[in-house]
């Protein structure tokens, strides 16, 4: 018999390269596909299924482009103000893996996610309490209640004491509307990303064996990774229902822009409470309204974490309930609550006068202290966990998820304070916000102007890590250059070339020291925000107000540390939005901001509602359905081949592959950080237990790599070689440069490749023609289990069994 059709399915990396490039062809056609996310062939393969003839001993070549998942239409550009709720997402994900076996692992699990929730709900309020710090606080209360600042802005006259609109609640009442408006972008996004991504439904299961439940679909799905103790096995990636968050996405923005509307509502009820509760000529009814106001907000709050902290995600089968009650009663009470509030402040109070600041200092401060808490406790509950399973390779110990939620609630903490310092400082002109104490513009929070004076600190602290970690990297050059030519037998040495490869090999191995760094700013983060904290509470003045009279050193470096910092954060805040304005734009600029949403949005909406969508949710099952769909069809094998973060897409697509089709399948991945960055954050998902799982059931598996990539390396022990053990993944460290010098095959000087153009290598056509030549034996020999041929094995299929209770496909 003539040997099936082969198909080599290639999945990019970042940055999206096009179709044309990735199949060295002008003018590729889509197949199949949208203008969103598509498999590309090149024009004369489009028909190859009609004439398998044609491609005896060479493979179908077609492409899978996802990069417009990441780097679409300009709206993208509004992703960036969610940076924060997305790093706050990743530490979710960061988690350690729960020990096998242990009692108490489930709890300490549920505690974990629960603990990341209620930080990603924290920064939610942040964020909508600088949006009131800045409408209600600095506009409404202090400037438009000031007649210097009046005068020179027209636009607030009819705010001015005197005017209809001159009564303090009616003035927040009017600036409520800019961050209730805010909550309600924040709801736009999400919930359009949601129909767009998470509401996407996964093949449906057959429980009897029968038809399809939902519609037809390729012959032989039976869900993910066989059977539920083998989807178990394998790990989270293997579950019906991982990458189907359609519930709990739902639950989540629900009680988000509930906690965003709530918190303007208490930002406005607040001053008017205070108000009543002073004046003695209050009406009666009026008080009592706002003692009822204040239980409602109190319930609306209590509400709100409840939501949030009762159940996390459901992966075990794909859940396509909705909390119908959550999703659309909590935010539509909470927005009925905040119009009550509008009208309650707005009632006429003919003699209350604005004075000083809104009590921005207590908010921001309670915010603060109870995200360090949350983070020290989240750390607790990491390190339990890693103890219980230290072998995994777990950054930093096990406390990689910790040092995430703290550069999140970091970014947080910097974007929300730098845009009120910047208001703050476009209001008042030239002078300082706070200084002198009593000036007619008080400006912003004390503890935001301590927050901007560590910011200098924390970089000299970077520049010193980043100096030692380069000093280590000039020594490891200098050993790796000595020993470069020997290398390349028979090459004259050149000192120069030597340098420049010894160069690249110890620039991508600081990728293995990134852990630490992470680990080391995120430590001094802390502190610094502590005593940042601390001299905010206990001083109440700005850090230059609050070192005067103290040694003329500490006064002057206080001072130097605030303005420093306070223009720091406007050099920040300016650039980002700049660079915001050009990437809505431009889509050059917008594909290079699509690089970090690639990296950071593969993993679903777990703990936050707002962050950027995630992509993955869209790819994996694409690809799954084009493997099964494609095998069904035509008897065929396949090689899905991944660079870079494809080779992640490609791994997880095969982990949701029925085992009909994977024994059809073998996987070539190449500059892949499957175990250098995905096994190391991301532990529970990407270990070694779930690689080694991946190893088992899908033996034809090959890894390229290079010692001078800074992204890419081996899979390495976990899924190695031993006594019994199969055969290992790994073929590398490659050649790289493929020349040392100039030659008759080189003429001219090989360049470094790095993390690019592993296709150039000899090796790449040799391991994927060996991956296919194994598919066609086994195919041809009708074996699965081919434990006396030389090179990649295929698994012996495993008897089917019923999945438990609960846990279908």
């Known amino acids: ?459 000299i602290a970077l520049g010193l890590l980043a100096a030692g970690v380069g000093s280590r990297a000039a020594l490891v050059r200098r050993r790796i250059a000595a020993t470069v030519a020997a290398e390349y037998p028979g090459e004259p040495p050149d000192a120069d070339r030597s340098r420049r490869i010894a160069g690249a090999r110890a620039a991508a191995a600081l990728t293995d020291s990134a852990p630490w760094f992470v680990g080391a700013v995120s430590g001094i983060t802390l502190l610094l925000g502590a005593g940042a904290l601390a001299g905010a509470w206990l001083s109440g003045r700005v850090p230059g107000e609050a070192a005067r009279g103290t040694q003329p050193l500490l006064e002057a470096a206080a001072r130097a540390a605030q303005d420093t910092g306070s223009w720091l954060i406007g050099i920040g805040i300016a650039a980002f939005a700049a660079w915001g304005r050009r990437a809505y734009r431009d889509p050059a600029a917008r594909r290079t901001i699509g690089i970090l949403w690639d990296v950071g949005t593969f993993w679903p909406r777990a703990a936050h509602p707002f962050a950027p969508p995630c992509y993955a949710e869209r790819a994996v099952p694409d690809l799954a359905w084009r493997m099964t769909a494609w095998t069904a069809r035509t008897g065929g094998r396949l090689v899905i081949s991944g660079h870079s973060q494809g080779s992640v897409l490609a791994a997880a697509a095969v982990w949701q592959l029925p085992p009909a089709t994977r024994r059809r399948v073998a996987l070539l991945t190449y500059g892949s950080p499957l175990a250098r960055l995905y096994g190391r954050w991301f532990p529970d998902c990407f270990g070694p237990g779930p690689l080694a799982a991946l190893h088992r059931d899908l033996d034809c598996w090959r890894n390229l790599w290079r010692s001078t990539d800074p992204i890419g390396g081996p899979i390495g022990g976990p899924v190695g070689s031993g006594p019994g053990e199969r055969e290992p993944v790994d073929r590398g460290p490659l050649r790289d440069p493929l020349a040392y010098g100039r030659s008759p095959r080189h003429p001219l000087p090989a360049p470094i490749l790095r993390h690019g153009d592993y296709q150039a290598d000899p090796a790449f056509d040799a391991e994927r023609d060996a991956l296919l030549a194994r598919l066609a034996a086994a195919a041809r020999a009708d074996v699965h289990d081919t434990r006396d041929l030389p090179g990649p094995r295929v698994s012996a299929p495993r008897p089917e069994r019923a999945d438990p209770p609960g846990t279908g496909a």
């Open 1 to 459: 018999m003539p040997d099936p059709l082969s198909l080599e399915l290639l999945v990019h990396g970042v940055a999206g390269a096009p179709p044309g490039e990735l199949l060295r062809d002008p003018h590729p056609v889509r197949v199949t596909g949208d203008s969103t996310a598509a498999v590309f062939r090149r024009a004369e393969d489009a028909d190859a299924e009609a004439h398998p003839g044609r491609y005896t001993g060479r493979p179908v070549r077609e492409a899978y482009c996802w990069s417009r998942l990441t780097s679409g239409n300009g709206a993208r550009a509004l992703w960036l103000l969610l940076l924060p709720f997305m790093v706050v997402n990743l530490a979710h994900w960061a988690r350690p893996a729960a020990p096998a076996g242990a009692e108490a692992a489930p709890r300490a699990v549920r505690t974990y996610g629960l603990l990341v929730r209620v930080l990603a709900l924290s920064l939610t309020v942040l964020l909508v309490a600088a949006a009131c710090e800045v409408a209600l606080d600095l506009l409404a209360w202090q400037c438009a209640g000031n007649p210097a600042c009046t005068a020179s802005r027209s636009w607030l006259g009819f705010a001015e004491p005197g005017r209809w609109w001159g009564q303090p609640g009616r003035r927040l009442a009017l600036g409520a509307l800019v961050p209730a408006a805010l909550t309600g972008l924040l709801w736009y996004l999400s919930n359009r990303t949601w129909s767009a991504y998470e509401s996407q439904p996964p093949p449906a299961a057959e429980p009897d064996g029968g038809a399809p439940v939902g519609g037809a679909r390729p012959v032989g799905w039976a869900g993910a990774v066989g059977a539920g103790a083998d989807r178990e096995a394998a790990g989270p990636l293997g579950r019906p229902g991982f990458w189907y968050g359609r519930r709990i996405v739902a639950r989540l923005r629900a009680a988000h822009t509930a906690a965003g509307l709530l918190t303007v509502a208490v930002a406005v009820a607040a001053p008017a409470l205070r108000y009543d509760r002073a004046c003695a000529t209050t009406a009666p009814a009026l008080r009592a309204t706002g003692w009822a106001v204040g239980a409602l907000l109190a319930a609306g709050a209590v509400t709100v974490l409840w939501v949030v902290c009762r159940r996390g995600r459901s992966e075990a089968r794909p859940d396509h309930r909705l909390d119908r009650a959550a999703v659309t009663l909590l935010p539509g009470g909470a927005l009925a609550l905040l119009a009550a509030v509008l009208l309650y402040a707005g009632w006429s109070r003919p003699g209350w006068v604005a004075a000083g600041r809104l009590p921005g200092d207590f908010t921001f401060g309670v915010l603060m202290l109870g995200q360090g808490a949350c983070v020290l406790a989240l750390a607790l509950v990491a390190r339990r966990l890693h103890r219980g399973a230290p072998r995994t390779g777990a950054a930093l110990r096990g406390l990689g998820g910790p040092a995430v939620a703290m550069l999140g609630c970091a970014l947080g903490g910097v974007m929300s304070g730098g845009v009120a310092q910047r208001v703050a400082d476009w209001i008042d002109g030239g002078a300082t916000p706070g200084m002198p104490p009593g000036a007619a513009f008080p400006g912003p929070p004390v503890l935001l102007s301590w927050q901007a004076a560590v910011l200098p600190p924390l970089l």
